[in-house]
C-alpha cells in the first residue's frame, strides 16, 4: 500500500494525539513484560502493525493505528490483584475496549479489533477482519521480543525505546 503525503500526515497526526493524551499517558503506570509498560509496549504494537499492514493491500490504517495504540488499555495492574491475575488474559481484552469506548469516540470495527486482539486465549473472540488479525499478530510479536529481554537491558535501553515511538513514520 502506498500512502500520498497526505494520508501519512493523517495518521501521523492521530498517532500524535493519542501519544500526547492525557488518558494515554496513565499507561505508562502500568507495567508489563518485565520492565516495559502499558504505554511503551502499544505504540511499539502500533508502529509495528502500520508497518506491516504498508506491505500489504486494501487494509484499513485507521482502525489498525487506533486499535493498536487501545488494545491494552485496561488501567490496572493485574499483579497486584489475585482474581485479576486468574482471569487477565481473557478478560482485558474486553476492559481495555469498555475504557477506550468510555475515554474515547472509537468506531465499532476499533471496538471489535480491541477485543478480539487475545485470540485463541479467548477462544469465542475470534479476529473476524484482517486488521483485527495484523493487531493480534504484531502484539504478538512485541510482547516475546519484550518477554525475551531482561529487565538490566530493557532499562538501559528505555531511552532508546521512548525515542523509537515518538513518531509513527521516521
Ligand atoms: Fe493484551
Ligand atoms: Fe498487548
Do not use: C
Not at 504498508?54 to 488499555?73: F, G, M, P, T, W
Amino acid at each position: 500500500m502506498k500512502l500520498s503525503q497526505e494520508e501519512k500526515n493523517k495518521l501521523e497526526t492521530i498517532y500524535q494525539d493519542y501519544f500526547h493524551n492525557e488518558k494515554i499517558l496513565k499507561m505508562k503506570e502500568v507495567s508489563m513484560h518485565r520492565g516495559s509498560n502499558t504505554y511503551i509496549h502499544s505504540f511499539r504494537v502500533a508502529k509495528l502493525a502500520i508497518k506491516r499492514a504498508l506491505r500489504r493491500k486494501h487494509l484499513d490504517l485507521e482502525s489498525i493505528l487506533i486499535a493498536s495504540i487501545l488494545h491494552d488499555y485496561y488501567l490496572y495492574d493485574w499483579r497486584k490483584n489475585r482474581e485479576m491475575k486468574k482471569h487477565h488474559a481473557k478478560r482485558h481484552p474486553i476492559i481495555a475496549a469498555e475504557n477506550a469506548k468510555r475515554d474515547f469516540d472509537i468506531t465499532d470495527k476499533v471496538n471489535d479489533i480491541i477485543k478480539e486482539h487475545m485470540w485463541p486465549y479467548n477462544f469465542k473472540l475470534f479476529p473476524k477482519t484482517k486488521e483485527a488479525r495484523i493487531v493480534s499478530n504484531a502484539d504478538n510479536t512485541v510482547a516475546f521480543k519484550e518477554a525475551i529481554t531482561s529487565i538490566a537491558h530493557k532499562k538501559k535501553r528505555m531511552d532508546k525505546y521512548m525515542d523509537g515511538i515518538q513518531k509513527l513514520f521516521d
